[in-house]
């Protein structure tokens, strides 16, 4: 695998997991990551280190990854897939 695939399998794995707090992310030019809300406002992070930040940032009255509502949504995954299709 590419560094170019697993950089766009990253993408595609922090769409579906942020999808449940209403935020889209894409890959910014193979450098950082653009995370946006249904606001338009976005954050722009360098790193898989600075997303859950972002998220915070983004989201009024911030997000818990360790939520169990949102544990629950990544538990009910497809087979073979960590975290569900929305």
């Known amino acids: 695998m590419t560094l170019r695939h697993e950089r766009e399998a990253r993408v595609a794995l922090l769409k579906r997991l942020?999808?449940?707090?209403?935020l889209r992310?894409?890959?910014?030019?193979?450098?950082?990551?653009v995370l946006?809300?249904?606001?338009g406002r976005r954050q722009n992070v360098y790193n898989l280190n600075g997303i859950w930040a972002?998220?915070?940032?983004l989201i009024p009255g911030g997000c818990d990854p360790l939520?169990?509502?949102?544990?629950?949504t990544l538990s009910k995954a497809e087979p073979g897939c960590d975290v569900p299709h929305q």
């Not at 942020?18 to 209403?22: E, M, N, T, V």
């Not at 992310?25 to 990551?33: E, L, P, Q, T, V």
């Open 25 to 33: 992310s894409r890959d910014w030019g193979g450098n950082s990551y």
């Open 36 to 39: 946006q809300n249904h606001d």
């Open 54 to 57: 972002a998220v915070d940032a």
């Open 67 to 72: 939520d169990p509502r949102f544990l629950d």
């Open 18 to 22: 942020l999808a449940p707090f209403g």
